[in-house]
């Protein structure tokens, strides 16, 4: 049935349009969540940028390198292409003179022209406080999202048992989420951003200050001696994300050049994910070709604390809670029990194509870390104490870009000195305007540990990992384009549920087919293969197998006017292993989006059908949202999904957006387990939010 399901699909819903704000950042998101294979992801700090210069584009004949690589549009060759263009020839004419460039061609200008301009007039560099004032933006979010449906952490029982069980959780189900921020183009930003999950108590218990979390930044960029500093809460990123890199960064993806890191020195926080900053103070200093960043940051950490009762005194932390709920009672007492202290330099060099930099960053705590030893966590960090050194380089010649970093990290464990080597080498090369290679290779010891880091890696961990990698993009003609990529890896230390060394690879192939603006088909067949436990074991030696899936997608993208667009895909998995059944599964999804010029409304709706065999062959699929709510959920078991998300404008100070969507079950008499069982068949989702805009 589900095969009949998806030939009627596709012949039903012939279908993108040339690639705007929204079809750009989509893309972007997929590839991390893909990545990650996570429903809850706050990407807010990637989408911002991309926002911002859609509403204020980017002159080319002023843009700085930062600026350019900001875009995250462009590689390395790209940038390097159009800088040295102006060098020669002086300031763009128009758009049109893009063309000329021996490294772009129509389709990277058709995906750079919603964020960028051409003038002969250059900015003001030189920021008044009057000027700021007055061009500046503010911008308030508040968002609301309740728990439709009845789950069992909420049930009613008495405070007797609120207070000695984990099995209940002490606030309301509702999601609270505001954000208050002042910006002036790229050069300023402050704001505060508060949120309350579901589950945590508001304004009582154990939260009487209201929010659960809160957010602070106060963000300059753009002087000559001082490039940057942040006060509050901030992003760090070196190099290539060995070292230190705090936020998410792209991995493998249909586009070859995500596989490069773009360092961002400093970044303002402003999303709601309760780990991955710094707290406390950064600044970057330039002096000529040199720029030397410095950055402290002292924050609470979640951890569970245990006294020694054989020295008095004496308490070290067993376990580190990353998921940042505070609602039952174990959660509540995790809340806060560890202090981490991190500072960092990094000097940079630069000098026309060649970057260099060196970089040396200490973490610490305020008591010991020592969590449990098991044979597959040995090599990780205990101790208090944590320095990293990295080295990082960047040469970009001619149609070359050479990339890499080397970090060494070391610490003290019970006298004995530890730690480990990691290193990325990477190159991407345009053998043809039309044709670009890339080439990665990566060395991350078993012993290596840094906590803050987003090397490009298989295993979602800068660690335990050596791999190979090798895309390709080949654009036949105007039309037709091919995305292509090998990755053979391998881990030479066990992993949590594999217990021995493994290997695998991945492939992916993406045909393209775009023959005008209006109209994109791809399809595209990734094959992934990873060693794990097998499910046949006698509780002795566990054997480890070869788990093979394969995921099959056709994506179709149609502009039927220019206020509606249809988007169709069909994507079908399979994964095989010796110690089960194979088991498949299929997702049919069918958008439809209406954006009229003429009335500030604006319409998003998702109908989808899916069928898999198990949770394994779930298939997680980008959905339409808020802005800078985001929602990748995963679709597995039998079903259908459907949501409708409306946005309107009132006049130039108001946008409102309500959401609403819901999963039905076919052969499920309860959703999920623990305190998030639901009973029943469905499964809803609901979200308001406004924007007020001065």
């Known amino acids: 049935m589900k095969y009949f399901y998806c030939l009627t699909f596709v012949l039903s819903s012939f279908v993108l349009f040339s690639q705007d704000k929204t079809e750009i950042i989509q893309q972007r998101i997929e590839f991390i969540s893909e990545q990650l294979q996570t429903e809850d992801i706050d990407l807010t700090n990637i989408t911002l940028q991309l926002n911002y210069y859609f509403s204020h584009p980017l002159n080319l004949n002023s843009a700085s390198l930062e600026e350019l690589e900001e875009l995250t549009l462009l590689s390395a060759v790209q940038i390097n292409d159009l800088l040295l263009h102006r060098k020669r020839f002086g300031k763009l004419i128009s758009k049109y003179e893009l063309q000329s460039l021996k490294y772009w061609d129509l389709q990277t200008i058709e995906l750079l022209a919603p964020f960028i301009y051409v003038d002969d007039k250059l900015d003001n560099i030189h920021i008044s406080f009057k000027e700021a004032l007055k061009q500046g933006k503010f911008e308030w979010f508040l968002r609301y999202q309740p728990t439709l449906e009845d789950k069992a952490g909420y049930a009613d029982v008495p405070d007797s048992i609120m207070e000695t069980s984990n099995n209940f959780y002490h606030g309301n189900s509702d999601r609270y989420y505001s954000r208050f921020r002042y910006t002036y183009k790229t050069n300023i930003s402050i704001g505060v951003t508060a949120e309350k999950d579901p589950g945590e108590q508001f304004f009582r218990g154990a939260q009487k200050n209201g929010f659960d979390f809160y957010s602070f930044h106060a963000y300059y960029k753009g002087g000559k001696y001082i490039k940057s500093f942040a006060l509050g809460d901030y992003q760090i990123q070196i190099g290539q994300g060995l070292n230190m890199w705090s936020s998410y960064a792209f991995g493998k993806s249909a586009d070859i050049s995500t596989m490069k890191r773009t360092a961002m020195p400093i970044r303002p926080y402003t999303s709601v994910d309760e780990n991955r900053y710094m707290r406390g103070a950064a600044i970057d200093f330039g002096f000529g070709n040199f720029s030397l960043l410095t950055f402290a940051s002292v924050k609470n950490v979640d951890a569970v604390t245990i006294a020694d009762s054989s020295i008095e005194d004496l308490e070290f932390v067993s376990t580190i809670n990353l998921s940042g709920m505070h609602r039952t009672n174990s959660e509540i007492e995790k809340q806060n029990g560890l202090q981490e202290y991190i500072g960092g330099l990094n000097l940079r060099y630069q000098n026309n194509g060649l970057k260099l930099g060196l970089a040396a960053v200490y973490q610490g705590y305020d008591k010991e870390f020592n969590k449990e030893i098991r044979p597959y966590n040995q090599y990780d960090f205990r101790g208090k104490e944590n320095f990293s050194f990295s080295g990082d380089y960047n040469y970009i010649y001619k149609n070359v870009n050479l990339f890499g970093e080397i970090s060494k990290n070391r610490y003290n464990q019970n006298d004995t000195i530890k730690g480990g080597l990691a290193m990325v080498h990477g ?268």
């Open 427 to 694: 190159a991407l090369i345009f053998l043809d305007p039309r044709l670009s290679l890339g080439m990665l290779y990566r060395s991350y010891d078993k012993d290596y540990n840094t906590f803050y880091n987003a090397g490009f890696s298989e295993g979602g961990r800068t660690q335990n990992e050596n791999g190979f990698y090798t895309g390709l993009n080949f654009k036949f003609n105007k039309a037709w384009s091919l995305s292509s990529y090998v990755d053979i890896f391998h881990f030479s230390w066990m992993k949590y549920l594999v217990d021995a060394p493994s290997s695998g690879h991945e492939f992916l192939i993406q045909q393209t087919y775009k023959p005008n603006k209006i109209f994109k088909i791809y399809a595209r067949y990734r094959q992934q293969l990873r060693q794990k436990n097998s499910r046949d074991s006698d509780n002795t030696v566990t054997e480890i197998e070869d788990v093979l899936q394969r995921n099959y997608r056709i994506n179709f993208d149609y502009n039927v006017n220019k206020y509606i667009k249809i988007k169709s895909r069909v994507e079908y998995v399979s994964i095989s292993r010796p110690s089960n059944t194979p088991e498949d599964g299929i997702i049919l999804t069918q958008d439809f989006i209406y954006k009229p010029k003429s009335i500030p409304f604006n319409l998003a709706i998702r109908y989808a059908l899916f069928d898999t065999d198990s949770y394994d062959t779930r298939v997680y699929t980008y959905e339409n949202n808020a802005l800078y709510a985001f929602s990748v959920p995963s679709y597995y078991y039998q079903g259908s999904r459907a949501y409708v998300l409306v946005r309107y404008k009132f006049r130039k100070h108001l946008d409102i957006w309500m959401r609403y969507g819901v999963f039905l079950y076919n052969n499920r008499q309860s959703i999920s387990s623990g305190l998030e069982e639901i009973k029943g068949s469905r499964r809803s989702d609901f979200i308001l939010q406004l924007r007020f805009t001065f």
